[in-house]
């Protein structure tokens, strides 16, 4: 079992920048699989970056990519998302998340722990 915390949410200006950070509490923090998702009010939970266990290959969704980096440092056991030229439709709870001993995955149902979220507000 792994528990997460997020941290680093605000508010910013859009076109500013905010990195995320997920702690997590388990011993085998390497063994997990991490991603990155948000969800805005009255829309589905949607994926925004994931990253092998071992730091390796990272994937991203269409409309983040160039813009967000994903990165982990498994001797911390924290995750990290750094967010730049954010836009105030990206305002959203942001959770980070894990799937033990599993390939990056886009979809939220593959990964079994979940932090509380964070809030991001871009401001127009």
């Known amino acids: 079992q792994v528990q997460l915390i997020e941290f680093g949410g605000g508010l910013v200006q859009a076109g500013g920048s905010l990195r995320l950070s997920c702690a997590a509490s388990t011993r085998s923090f390497s063994d997990y699989t991490m991603g990155w998702f948000r969800q805005a009010p009255g829309k589905n939970r949607e994926f925004v970056a994931a990253?092998?266990?071992?730091?390796?290959?990272?994937y991203y969704a269409d409309s983040v990519k160039g813009r967000f980096t994903i990165s982990r440092d498994n001797a911390k056991k924290t995750l990290y998302l750094q967010m730049n030229s954010l836009k105030p439709e990206e305002t959203a709870v942001y959770y980070c998340?894990?799937?033990?001993?599993?390939?990056?995955?886009?979809?939220?149902?593959?990964?079994?722990?979940w932090g509380q979220g964070t809030q991001v507000t871009v401001a127009s």
């Open positions: 990253i092998s266990r071992n730091g390796g290959p990272a």
């Open positions: 998340a894990a799937a033990y001993v599993r390939s990056a995955s886009v979809t939220p149902e593959h990964y079994e722990g």
